[in-house]
C-alpha cells in the first residue's frame, strides 16, 4: 500500500516466526522507501533476516537490526535513545515479542516459566509501548500519529488447562490493549489487536524447550495458520486509511473453532 511509504515500523520478536514474517511483509508492500526495525534477543538472525530483505526487495528498504530484550525496561529505554535521528519517528510498533513454556497445571508450574512469560509478554509489551508512544503523542501538533499493534491470542479471549499463565499473561495483553485505545480516544494514534490461533513457528519448540517431536504433535492432522497470513493481516491493518482502525481480530486456520476446538485428519 502506497500509505506506508516513508513510514518507519518497529518489530519486536523479528528474529522468527511472525515478527520476521512481518518484516519481509512490510518489505514486500513498500519496497520503494521504508525503515524497518527489527529487534529481538537473536541478533545474528536479526542480522540475517535484514540481509535477506534487502536482497529480496533493494535497497528502498533500510533495515536497522538492534539486539533488545524487550523485558529489560532500562535496555528498552537506552535503545529508544539511541536511535540514530532517521530512525527516531516510529510510525507502527508491533508488539509481537512473546512466549509460552510448558504446559503444566497451576501448581506445578515453574517460579522462572512463570516470570519469564510475564516479563516478556505483559511487561515488555508495555515496556515498548512506554518507551515509543511519547514521540507518537508529540507530533502533529499534539493530536499524535502512529499505530500500535498488539498480538494477543486466541489463548486471552478462551483460556484453556495447561496454559493458565500464557493465558493470563494474553488476557493482559487484551486488556491493556482495550485501554490503551480508550485513553487514546482524543489522538490520532490507533491501537489495534490481533489474536491468532494456532499458527506453526518456533512458537511450540519454545514451549517444549526445544523438543520437536512434542512440538510437531501440537500441528498432527491440522493445517495450522503460517506467519505470513499473520503477517498480511499485520500489513493490512497499518496499511489502511487513516481513520480506519482494525481494533480487533481473531484468526483461525480452517479446522479451528476455538483454543481447544481442532478437527484433526489423523
Ligand atoms: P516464535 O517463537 O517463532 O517467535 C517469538 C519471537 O519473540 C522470537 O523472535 C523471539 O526472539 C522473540 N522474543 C522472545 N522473548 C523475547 C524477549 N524477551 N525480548 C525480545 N524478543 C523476544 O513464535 P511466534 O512467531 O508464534 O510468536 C509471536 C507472537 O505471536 C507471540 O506473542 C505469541 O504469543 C503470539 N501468538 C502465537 C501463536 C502461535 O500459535 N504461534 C498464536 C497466537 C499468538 P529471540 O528469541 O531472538 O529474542
Ligand atoms: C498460541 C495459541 O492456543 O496454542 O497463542 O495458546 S495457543
Given at each position: 500500500s502506497k500509505r506506508l511509504d516513508g513510514k518507519t515500523i518497529l518489530i519486536t520478536g523479528a528474529s522468527s516466526g511472525i515478527g520476521r514474517s512481518t518484516a519481509f511483509e512490510f518489505a514486500r508492500t513498500s519496497p520503494q522507501n521504508l525503515k524497518l526495525i527489527l529487534t529481538a534477543r537473536r541478533i545474528d538472525s536479526l542480522n540475517q533476516i535484514a540481509a535477506e530483505i534487502v536482497q529480496e526487495v533493494g535497497a528502498g528498504v533500510r533495515v536497522l537490526?538492534?539486539?533488545l530484550d524487550v523485558s529489560n525496561a532500562q535496555e528498552v529505554r537506552e535503545f529508544v535513545s539511541k536511535l540514530p535521528a532517521e530512525f527516531k519517528e516510529i510510525d507502527v510498533l508491533v508488539n509481537n515479542a512473546g512466549l509460552v513454556k510448558g504446559v503444566a497445571k497451576a501448581p506445578e508450574i515453574a517460579e522462572d516459566?512463570?516470570?519469564?512469560?510475564f516479563k516478556t509478554n505483559v511487561t515488555g509489551l508495555i515496556n515498548m509501548t512506554q518507551a515509543i508512544l511519547p514521540s507518537m503523542l508529540a507530533r502533529n501538533n499534539g493530536e499524535g500519529s502512529g499505530d500500535i499493534i498488539n498480538i494477543g491470542s486466541i489463548a486471552g479471549r478462551e483460556p484453556y488447562p495447561?496454559?493458565?499463565i500464557y493465558c493470563a499473561t494474553k488476557a493482559a495483553v487484551r486488556s491493556f490493549t482495550e485501554s490503551l485505545r480508550k485513553e487514546l480516544i482524543a489522538k490520532r494514534i490507533r491501537v489495534i489487536g490481533i489474536d491468532p490461533?494456532?499458527?506453526e513457528t518456533e512458537f511450540s519448540v519454545v514451549r517444549f524447550n526445544g523438543d520437536k517431536s512434542k512440538a510437531d504433535a501440537v500441528y498432527a492432522g491440522c493445517e495450522p495458520l503460517t506467519p505470513d497470513d499473520i503477517a498480511e493481516t499485520i500489513v493490512f491493518a497499518?496499511?489502511?486509511?487513516e481513520n480506519v482502525i482494525v481494533a480487533d481480530t481473531l484468526l483461525f486456520p480452517n479446522h479451528q473453532a476455538s483454543a481447544t476446538i481442532m478437527h484433526r485428519k489423523l
Open positions: 537490526p538492534v539486539q516459566d512463570v516470570e519469564i512469560m495447561g496454559g493458565s490461533g494456532q499458527v497499518a496499511g489502511r486509511r
